[in-house]
């Protein structure tokens, strides 16, 4: 069936204005500030005869994790003499995948993070994974629940990170405080913060704590809270458990117990805590690289986040391989083939054999961890994380959260206006 030229622009503009209305705001929680990357995008060369040419296109990260990702796809390449995969690491890359669906010229697998997952499928950009799907069940079920939507299992998780706890050994010998453990409760983390800025050198904190949804949401989770019912028909963020959460979370700022980062002269929390500013952080396995790089010294250990009185939370932080719709179908079949191998077993071991990120696939758990014992703790954290994931068009909640956060934290306004302004804006974000 022929589809009307009208209606293929109605669907290019529709997928532009939803992509330009998710932009304005960070949708993946702070880490280690980077350069810009490199555009390694090139022009690609003409196929030859019975070959199909498809881009693989994602942000860059760190160095050794671009190189192994172009060492994946070169082993794709020897291994599939009918497909060939051009990689492509792009700055700004929300603007450039934008223009590419707008443009009517995709690359043929591209990286989704779970936040975006639900505007690109209200746009119709993304065609679904399911019938292409390589032992699903083998994937943990909390990433799998991130890239499903309405039923349906869009793209494959190529690896993910979760919020643990990091302590500084140092610093808690110097205030004689136990070191953390994984039953830890709220009491334990407030009393470690209290004694350990009470008992070592003025300037030095508890713990380094940001005005980020994206870390008091564990918080709300571990409370017995919710941001809205399993349906997003309707907020629950002003609830007491939500309150009971954002009074512990703000006040251990206000008490003088934890402080921000700008607040100990640094650029993020990771940096704050490899300098010595403070005792403990809440951050991802994106901060084992960055502190063995620039804080090598640092006699530091990780366990699983204290739990609340509505038990054990944490987040799961994941993007995707997605293919998009209405591509010519040999580029689709050899997309799904590239997107197969990269999350199958042979692929996804290559690519977290580094210990830069961690497998999706359960099968691959208990070789990666005895490779990265240290590391466990992130990995436990799969087991009850929460997707990083809410509906289309919810930036605007997060930008009234996280600058209520700051207010709260300085003292300017009361959490429970807070949540009853995020709490506004979010029916009114579901209304629409």
Known sequence: MRIPQRMILYSLLLITALLLAACPAATTPAQPPAEAPADTAAPAAPAAPGVTSIQLMGWASSEAENNRLQEVVNTFNEQNADIDVQLSLVPQYDERLQASLAGGSPPAVFYVDSFRLPDLVQAGALEPYEPHA???DDF???LRTAFTWDGTFYCPPKDFSTLALQ???DLFDEAGVEYPTADWTWDDLRAAAQQITEN???GVYGLVLPPDFARFIAFLYQAGGEVADPE????RINSPEALEALNFYVDLVLDGYAAQAADLDSGWPGE???RGRAAMSIEGNWIIPFLADQFPDVNYGVTELPAGPGGQATMAFTVCYGVPANIPIAQQEAAFELVNYLTGPEGMEAWTDLGLAMPTRQSLQAQW??????LEPFLAGAEYARPWQFRPGFTDVLDTINAGLQQAMAGSVLPEDVLMEAEDVGNQVLAR
Not at 369 to 374: C, G, V
């Open 369 to 374: 961890l005895a490779q990265f014992p240290d």
């Open 140 to 142: 943990f079920e909390s």
């Open 167 to 169: 302590y500084n050994m």
């Open 232 to 235: 997003f028909t309707e907020m």
């Open 272 to 274: 704050a805590f490899g």
């Open 134 to 136: 390589l032992d699903p």
């Open 200 to 202: 070592t050198a003025d």
